[in-house]
């Protein structure tokens, strides 16, 4: 069997010391799906869910301004 990134396990994703901004961020997203796979949520189901319910509200906004 091949081996699990985002397992959970606390790995480093290579952040360290002088890593860009870009680099840091891409880590800490490595780092927010091995939370959630270790706690049996499916983040990008969640992340398409959070981009849904954030569009509506920019539809919420853009329709009370219309008034």
């Known amino acids: 069997s091949g081996m699990c990134i985002g397992d959970g396990s606390g790995a480093d994703y290579g952040s360290g010391a002088g890593a860009s901004p870009a680099s840091a961020g891409g880590d800490e997203l490595m780092r927010l799906v091995a939370r959630a796979r270790a706690a049996g ?3 990008e189901l969640e992340l398409r869910a ?3 319910r954030l569009a509506e509200r920019v539809r919420d906004w853009e329709r009370s301004r219309q008034s």
């Open 41 to 43: 949520v499916d983040p």
């Open 50 to 52: 959070a981009a849904r």
